[in-house]
């Protein structure tokens, strides 16, 4: 027969292993996955010397679709997810302007995606005192899950979930057979040590963190995991900065609860000292942490406790990011470009992270969590997404190498290893070589259905 398109000669990074082989692809699916595969194709890829990974999936961005597009929108930011190998992404209910709150706001966001992505996509819709009664429209349009925040979100529009607001949608969410992911910082805790520390005139890098400090963090997912547990809710962690957090999680999960936990390249690669000399393109909450957090951070992914990767792409203007006083400045890390670059050159190469447990990271384990069907694996009958890398390639990052709005990257410096050579979406080549190809195509992704 045939195929639409055939990739030859690339090694395939599987579930448990990495393999020689080719890769045909018929109707924007995978037909056909073994060595040298005969038949024609309309066309044919030659991907010797490169490795073939699951598009990454990335469940947590701000693609700011629609409203306050000029942070970053869909248009910029898939085109950076697909420079970095991403097939699809999720988007938060914030800090889009309206927030994603009721049908209509789904409606609204969903149309503004569809027009501007060049990746598939799901939504997330917002769990917040003011729509309880909406997140069954929410759940009838699709969203892979509620997201709420257990302190100030830093959006007017987002408000942040009291405790019985997170009870009551927890019990909701649960009837609806959807996840609960929540930002988990303790509200009191954070909210009054910043504000003695501007009433003291303490406004710099480090009093920042002094007033989001670790204990806050882990009193919130300890509460956060008593509630979901009673509600019978599933419940996932977002952005977790510390081991000691992640030890957490693991604990409720030994105990039956239905509870995991992502965290983010920064959290990574990046500690407090780097957020000193780097400044306000390093700022974000939870904050980055001490090298030794970060270490036990490390040994929990390395040992399975992480359930994935995300990038948190939370981008802002420049001149969001001008101030004498820290606490003012906007919090949010702009990486979706770089999750799995930075994930091969801190983990596999530096750390012995094998390749199929970090394509697990980056891409299955997303999408089975939120149940995206078809996405994040390489296996005949799966959607045709993949990130075509060439591993020998090594170099720090140039800023213009970035796709995303403002291209303004704590990574820039960072010494990479891989770069992503081609990335295809439904067996279309969204990225190749350097620069963008097609027109945006992406598709909404629910739970359990095909796009």
């Given at each position: 027969?045939?195929?639409?398109?055939?990739?030859?000669?690339?090694?395939?990074?599987?579930?448990?292993?990495?393999?020689?082989?080719?890769?045909?692809?018929?109707?924007?699916?995978?037909?056909?996955?073994?060595?040298?595969?005969?038949?024609?194709?309309?066309?044919?890829?030659?991907?010797?010397?490169?490795?073939?990974?699951?598009?990454?999936?990335?469940?947590?961005?701000?693609?700011?679709?629609?409203?306050?597009?000029?942070?970053?929108?869909?248009?910029?930011?898939?085109?950076?997810?697909?420079?970095?190998?991403?097939?699809?992404?999720?988007?938060?209910?914030?800090?889009?302007?309206?927030?994603?709150?009721?049908?209509?706001?789904?409606?609204?966001?969903?149309?503004?995606?569809?027009?501007?992505?060049?990746?598939?996509?799901?939504?997330?819709?917002?769990?917040?005192?003011?729509?309880?009664?909406?997140?069954?429209?929410?759940?009838?349009?699709?969203?892979?899950?509620?997201?709420?925040?257990?302190?100030?979100?830093?959006?007017?529009?987002?408000?942040?979930?009291?405790?019985?607001?997170?009870?009551?949608?927890?019990?909701?969410?649960?009837?609806?057979?959807?996840?609960?992911?929540?930002?988990?910082?303790?509200?009191?805790?954070?909210?009054?040590?910043?504000?003695?520390?501007?009433?003291?005139?303490?406004?710099?890098?480090?009093?920042?963190?002094?007033?989001?400090?670790?204990?806050?963090?882990?009193?919130?997912?300890?509460?956060?995991?008593?509630?979901?547990?009673?509600?019978?809710?599933?419940?996932?962690?977002?952005?977790?900065?510390?081991?000691?957090?992640?030890?957490?999680?693991?604990?409720?999960?030994?105990?039956?609860?239905?509870?995991?936990?992502?965290?983010?390249?920064?959290?990574?690669?990046?500690?407090?000292?780097?957020?000193?000399?780097?400044g306000a393109i390093a700022k974000c909450a939870p904050p980055l942490r001490s090298a030794e957090d970060q270490a036990q951070l490390w040994r929990a992914l390395l040992a399975g406790k992480i359930a994935f990767v995300a990038s948190d792409h939370s981008p802002a203007p420049a001149s969001m990011k001008l101030a004498a006083d820290f606490f003012?400045?906007?919090?949010?890390?702009?990486?979706?470009?770089?999750?799995?670059?930075?994930?091969?050159?801190?983990?596999?190469?530096?750390?012995?992270?094998?390749?199929?447990?970090?394509?697990?990271?980056?891409?299955?384990?997303?999408?089975?969590?939120?149940?995206?069907?078809?996405?994040?694996?390489?296996?005949?009958?799966?959607?045709?997404?993949?990130?075509?890398?060439?591993?020998?390639?090594?170099?720090?990052?140039?800023?213009?190498?970035?796709?995303?709005?403002?291209?303004?990257?704590?990574?820039?410096?960072?010494?990479?290893?891989?770069?992503?050579?081609?990335?295809?979406?439904?067996?279309?080549?969204?990225?190749?070589?350097?620069?963008?190809?097609?027109?945006?195509?992406?598709?909404?992704?629910?739970?359990?259905?095909?796009?």
């Open positions: 027969m045939a195929y639409d398109v055939l990739i030859r000669r690339g090694s395939l990074v599987l579930p448990t292993k990495v393999v020689r082989g080719d890769v045909a692809i018929e109707g924007g699916l995978f037909a056909a996955i073994a060595p040298e595969l005969a038949g024609p194709a309309s066309e044919e890829i030659d991907a010797a010397g490169l490795h073939l990974f699951p598009g990454v999936v990335d469940p947590h961005v701000h693609f700011n679709e629609p409203g306050r597009t000029e942070w970053e929108g869909a248009a910029t930011g898939s085109a950076a997810l697909a420079a970095g190998g991403g097939t699809c992404f999720c988007d938060m209910p914030l800090n889009s302007s309206p927030p994603t709150l009721d049908g209509p706001s789904f409606d609204q966001k969903a149309a503004a995606l569809a027009a501007n992505s060049r990746t598939d996509f799901g939504l997330w819709g917002g769990l917040t005192p003011t729509n309880l009664d909406r997140l069954d429209e929410l759940a009838e349009r699709g969203v892979i899950g509620f997201k709420a925040f257990m302190c100030a979100s830093g959006i007017d529009d987002f408000t942040a979930a009291d405790d019985y607001t997170l009870w009551q949608g927890m019990q909701i969410a649960a009837r609806l057979k959807l996840p609960v992911a929540v930002h988990a910082e303790n509200e009191t805790l954070t909210r009054v040590l910043a504000r003695q520390a501007i009433a003291a005139g303490k406004t710099g890098v480090r009093d920042f963190l002094a007033s989001r400090p670790v204990v806050a963090e882990l009193e919130a997912i300890q509460r956060a995991i008593l509630l979901a547990d009673e509600a019978g809710c599933s419940l996932h962690i977002v952005h977790v900065s510390c081991g000691r957090g992640v030890a957490l999680v693991a604990e409720a999960q030994a105990n039956g609860i239905d509870v995991t936990c992502e965290t983010c390249p920064h959290y990574l690669v990046l500690t407090e000292d780097d957020r000193e000399r780097l003012q400045i906007w919090g949010g890390i702009s990486g979706v470009q770089m999750t799995l670059s930075l994930l091969l050159a801190a983990g596999h190469e530096q750390r012995g992270l094998t390749l199929s447990y970090l394509a697990k990271l980056t891409s299955r384990a997303a999408a089975e969590r939120f149940r995206l069907a078809g996405k994040g694996c390489l296996e005949v009958g799966a959607d045709a997404d993949l990130a075509l890398v060439d591993l020998s390639a090594a170099g720090p990052l140039e800023q213009n190498e970035l796709r995303d709005r403002h291209r303004l990257s704590p990574y820039v410096g960072y010494p990479l290893r891989g770069r992503v050579q081609r990335t295809l979406v439904r067996g279309q080549t969204v990225f190749h070589a350097g620069r963008l190809a097609g027109s945006p195509t992406g598709r909404l992704v629910t739970p359990n259905a095909r796009p």
